[in-house]
């Protein structure tokens, strides 16, 4: 029986520094963007400190039989302290954290920052150096301003769900929070890139970051592709409107491959790995732009030598004749996958809630290699911080009086 190998086990080490040890993080932001944002910053040293209110950050409601994966996979490596905010004297606690903090996220609806006394112009008053990433559906201006900021509605809005999908079936929207990924992502190397100047110059700024645009950027050159050819791009599968082949092929025994042929040498390669040599010079596939016009035709005959063999089979006979083919997976594939596994794509960590003590969760991304990604805790409890964090910056007394008066929660 063939050895699967297991997910590497880590341990949290609280003494772990990374890259951006030392820089202070106040996170207000709620859901997808604005913690993946934040988890990037953490996973590499910063103290981000989760300001959540009583509820608790929204991630943490989302479960899969009672457990918040969700929160406990995004939200590692952070600290968190519980705030009421509808409180003025909660409101005077934040804006004393952005004082000591390098960067200031938060992803309210836009205006809601200012009515809670927050807005820019108070937080840079107090500390000119400041970063503050506002995350939003559709920016801090313009005609949407107002409206509700969920990836959903981008992800239509944008031109992505427009050419995702098959011809002749309804446009998809993607099965996962794309656009808030993109734009926590884009988010981070934003506040890099300000906070560089603000090291360099002493001068904070405002990043106005929506999910909007990062997505839509990912779409180009749709806008100048129109402007040629006033021709939308179609929904075509798994094809490609640029190259063929390019596609995904069932094997005999239900599994998937994905395949992409997309220069003149691999289509070559490919042909001759199938048996059709003859190919090459049919007038029909001579050329990529002939392969576009008969796709249906090529990816027919693929297909068909694909159907006849095993996933296994056709791994092994396109990885020997050099052609780029590789099986679509999924999560029960991955969890024992040889590549997955010796590249610490997933870690598992310790965790009392998940079956058998051991969550798993992806590995710190991106990859350096002076200074790789830390582990130094878990996702907290709501408020398990308010004590190391508002300690030192309020003082015992105003803690506790705080705490009495309902103004700091949890813990």
Aim: a neutral charge; charged letters at 25%.
């Amino acid at each position: 029986m063939t050895e699967h190998p297991t997910p590497r086990r880590r341990a949290f080490d609280p003494a772990a520094t990374g890259a951006l040890h030392g820089l202070r993080v106040v996170d207000l932001s709620r859901l997808v963007a604005g913690n993946i944002l934040t988890k990037v910053l953490a996973d590499h040293g910063a103290e981000v400190v989760k300001v959540e209110p009583p509820e608790g950050d929204t991630l943490r409601a989302w479960r899969i039989q009672g457990i918040s994966t969700t929160w406990k996979t995004l939200s590692r490596n952070k600290l968190s302290v519980c705030l009421a905010l509808r409180d003025p004297q909660a409101i005077a606690v934040v804006k004393r954290m952005a004082e000591e903090a390098a960067i200031f996220v938060e992803s309210f609806r836009p205006g809601v920052l200012e009515a809670m006394g927050l807005g820019p112009e108070v937080l840079l008053a107090r500390n000119p150096r400041l970063v503050i990433v506002r995350i939003s559906g559709w920016g801090q201006d313009g005609p949407y301003q107002h409206k509700p900021g969920f990836g959903t509605l981008v992800e239509g809005y944008s031109g992505f769900a427009a050419v995702n999908g098959f011809a002749d079936r309804e446009p998809v929207l993607p099965p996962m929070y794309m656009a808030d990924g993109y734009a926590g992502l884009y988010g981070a190397a934003t506040a890099m890139i300000a906070l560089r100047h603000a090291e360099a110059t002493g001068q904070g700024q405002v990043i106005d970051q929506t999910l909007f645009d990062p997505i839509h950027v990912m779409m180009e050159p749709q806008h100048a592709n129109w402007k040629i050819n006033r021709k939308l791009k179609p929904r075509t599968g798994s094809r490609s409107t640029n190259a063929v082949p390019r596609n995904a092929y069932r094997t005999r025994d239900g599994g998937w491959v994905c395949l992409s042929a997309s220069t003149q040498g691999m289509t070559e390669k490919l042909l001759r790995s199938i048996g059709r040599e003859e190919l090459i010079t049919d007038p029909r596939f001579r050329t990529n732009a002939d392969r576009v016009q008969h796709g249906e035709e090529l990816d027919g005959i693929i297909a068909d030598h694909i159907r006849g063999l095993t996933l296994a089979e056709t791994l092994a006979k396109f990885d020997a004749a050099g052609v780029t083919i590789g099986p679509i997976m999924d999560a029960e594939m991955l969890e024992h996958d040889r590549y997955v596994v010796e590249r610490e794509a997933v870690i598992e960590v310790p965790d009392t809630e998940m079956p058998g003590g051991w969550l798993p969760m992806h590995g710190a991304v991106p990859r350096l290699s002076a200074t790789p990604g830390i582990l130094a805790r878990p996702a907290p409890q709501l408020g398990e911080h308010n004590e190391a964090v508002l300690g030192p910056l309020l003082g015992a007394e105003e803690l506790a009086r705080l705490r009495q008066a309902g103004v700091v929660q949890g813990g």
